[in-house]
């Protein structure tokens, strides 16, 4: 059964940077893609991008482009989530996600707890 | 990116009631939809893949249907469990993006 167990809150200054981690079952990180979602304050869900995989390699979201990096450390079957540059706007609840379902479908069946991150000076 | 907007926004309902929630793609998705239903503090939970799959332990009231551009979720019999957030995505090209939400509450 594959578990996503994600870090604590975090609380960064305007200008900084955050990074999320996503802990996972054994395999899971070169068995399935992980997809990073977030969520701000009684809004929609917004995906970020995702990491394949075969190589760890990550594509992005335009919007999240140079300022979005995501990581993984296979040895200790974790994944990481790092935001720069933050704003106000950038408070939310960070979700890790992926998709274990046989198929090309991609649809998301396994969810992280959730991170919340605020920005606030 | 592809654009995903669903209707109505919000809705109220009785419990027993048959309750159907639409969703467009703008640009086509063929199958490439998915459910999902979200409780307030919670993460997501996915009810319906592949535009009509049902994901394994959802129960058979909730249903998916469409192809394209337009796509529908129905649930046949409203139970009070169900008064939640549901939101449709689309995993044809990345990113994957996400309609904006219709909240079910109880009339």
């Known amino acids: 059964q594959v578990q996503l167990l994600q870090s604590g809150g975090e609380v960064k200054k305007p200008g900084a940077s955050v990074k999320v981690s996503?802990?996972?079952?054994?395999?899971?990180?070169?068995?399935?893609s992980i997809h990073w979602v977030r969520q701000a304050p009684g809004e929609g869900l917004e995906c970020l991008g995702r990491m394949n995989p075969?190589?760890?390699?990550?594509?992005?979201?335009q919007k999240f482009q140079g300022r979005v990096t995501m990581t993984r450390d296979t040895s200790i079957n974790t994944a990481y989530l790092e935001l720069s540059s933050l704003t106000s706007d950038d408070t939310a609840v960070y979700f890790c996600a992926t998709s274990t379902l046989p198929g090309d479908w991609d649809p998301f069946d396994i969810w992280g707890q959730g991170t919340m991150v605020t920005v606030s000076s | 990116?592809?654009?995903?907007?669903?209707?109505?926004s919000s809705l109220s309902a009785s419990v027993g009631d048959k309750v159907t929630v639409t969703c467009r793609a703008s640009e086509s998705v063929s199958?490439?939809?998915?459910?999902?239903?979200?409780?307030?503090?919670?993460?997501?939970k996915l009810l319906i893949f592949a535009a009509?799959?049902?994901?394994?332990?959802?129960?058979?009231?909730?249903?998916?249907?469409?192809?394209?551009?337009?796509?529908?979720?129905?649930i046949s019999s409203l139970q009070p469990e169900d008064f939640?957030?549901?939101?449709?995505?689309?995993?044809?090209?990345?990113?994957?993006?996400f309609g904006p939400g219709t909240k079910v509450d109880i009339k």
């Not at chain 2, 990116?1 to 109505?8: A, C, L, R």
């Not at chain 2, 199958?31 to 997501?44: R, T």
């Not at chain 2, 009509?52 to 192809?67: D, E, H, I, M, T």
Request: charged content about 10%; hydrophobic content about 25%; overall charge neutral.
């Open chain 2, 84 to 97: 939640a957030t549901y939101f449709c995505q689309q995993s044809y090209s990345t990113p994957f993006t």
């Open chain 1, 22 to 32: 996503c802990k996972t079952s054994e395999y899971t990180l070169t068995a399935y």
């Open chain 2, 52 to 74: 009509s799959g049902l994901q394994s332990g959802v129960p058979s009231r909730f249903s998916g249907s469409g192809s394209g551009t337009d796509f529908t979720l129905t």
């Open chain 2, 31 to 44: 199958s490439f939809l998915n459910w999902y239903q979200q409780k307030p503090g919670q993460a997501p």
């Open chain 1, 54 to 61: 075969n190589n760890g390699g990550a594509h992005y979201a």
């Open chain 2, 1 to 8: 990116d592809i654009q995903m907007t669903q209707s109505p």
